[in-house]
């Protein structure tokens, strides 16, 4: 199986940054995308950047300008760099990794739901 780790998470002050670390571990031969997700409580959770092995990266408008995502492919790793942070960027910060291809005793097997981590909190506040 496939495991996501995010870390970084914290209290800033608005106009402060902050960076987030996802680490993907387990029996990983690829994996085609990883992105952070964010969500508030009552509303759906919603893609704030995406990077692709062929493409991307990939921001919301929201965010665009203010923050950047980075994949290291070898370590199976992503980071988001958030600067400039806003009080409604204030949300529980989720990594997700879609077109993961694993390792078992028989081969390559290709996952086809996402894998996510567990969120780390997000709170932009004076």
């Known amino acids: 199986q496939v495991q996501l780790v995010e870390s970084g998470g914290g209290l800033v002050q608005p106009g402060g940054s902050l960076r987030l670390a996802c680490a993907a571990s387990?029996?990983?031969?690829?994996?085609?995308?990883m992105a952070w997700y964010r969500q508030v409580p009552g509303q759906e959770r919603e893609l704030v950047a995406s990077?692709?092995?062929?493409?991307?990266?990939d921001y919301a408008n929201s965010v665009k300008g203010r923050f950047s995502i980075s994949r290291d492919t070898a370590k199976n790793t992503v980071h988001l760099q958030m600067n400039n942070l806003k009080p409604e960027d204030t949300a529980v910060y989720y990594c997700?990794?879609?077109?993961?291809?694993?390792?078992?005793?028989?081969?390559?097997?290709?996952?086809?739901?996402?894998?996510w981590g567990q969120g780390t909190q997000v709170t932009v506040s004076s």
């Open positions: 387990g029996s990983i031969f690829s994996i085609y995308t």
């Open positions: 997700r990794a879609d077109g993961v291809l694993g390792i078992n005793d028989y081969g390559k097997v290709a996952y086809e739901a996402p894998f």
């Open positions: 990077k692709s092995n062929n493409g991307g990266p």
